[in-house]
């Protein structure tokens, strides 16, 4: 099953890029009640060959980035998952457009054996799940400016 969503941010690509390869500051983002940082990429700490554990609603799953453009692009694998998934590829794109970012992402995977029972669900729950992590990035950035600004 291929999943895609896009969304636009009110935030520069560079902003919106570093809170999605800020691994450990993803908890508290939409959904997300845990995340650490496994491993180190390298050259890039959060870059290719980092590993991230991620808890989100009652699922976990750890990650490996796999690609890794800054400001531009983020390819990643699910190497583990609470649910029995096997996991092509993820890849988060993201363009400047006029007043901020333009976001698409693109995911596949399967769920051997019931795949055809969560597939209508997933097909729901995934892109607006990354829709709600989106708005929170730009909540979060708004947040932070407001902060540099009150000093």
Do not use: K, Q
């Not at 999605?20 to 870059?47: K, S, W």
């Not at 991620?54 to 800054?70: D, Q």
């Not at 029972?117 to 892109?127: A, I």
């Amino acid at each position: 099953m291929r999943f895609t969503a896009t969304a636009r941010v009110s935030a520069s690509p560079p902003d919106v890029f570093r809170e999605l390869t800020d691994h450990e500051g993803m908890v508290g983002l939409p959904g997300v009640t845990a995340a650490r940082l496994l491993r180190a990429g390298a050259p890039e700490r959060n870059g290719v060959g980092a590993i991230r554990e991620v808890r989100v609603r009652g699922l976990r799953f750890v990650e490996e980035i796999v690609g890794y453009e800054p400001h531009r692009r983020i390819d990643y694998r699910i190497r583990e998952c609470t649910l029995p998934l096997r996991h092509e590829f993820g890849r988060i794109d993201l363009d400047a457009v006029e007043g901020g970012t333009r976001a698409h992402w693109e995911s596949e995977l399967s769920v051997p054996g019931v795949g055809w029972l969560l597939g209508p669900l997933m097909r729901r729950m995934l892109p607006s799940g990354f829709e709600e992590l989106l708005a929170g990035v730009e909540a979060r950035i708004h947040a932070r400016a407001a902060e540099r600004r009150g000093r």
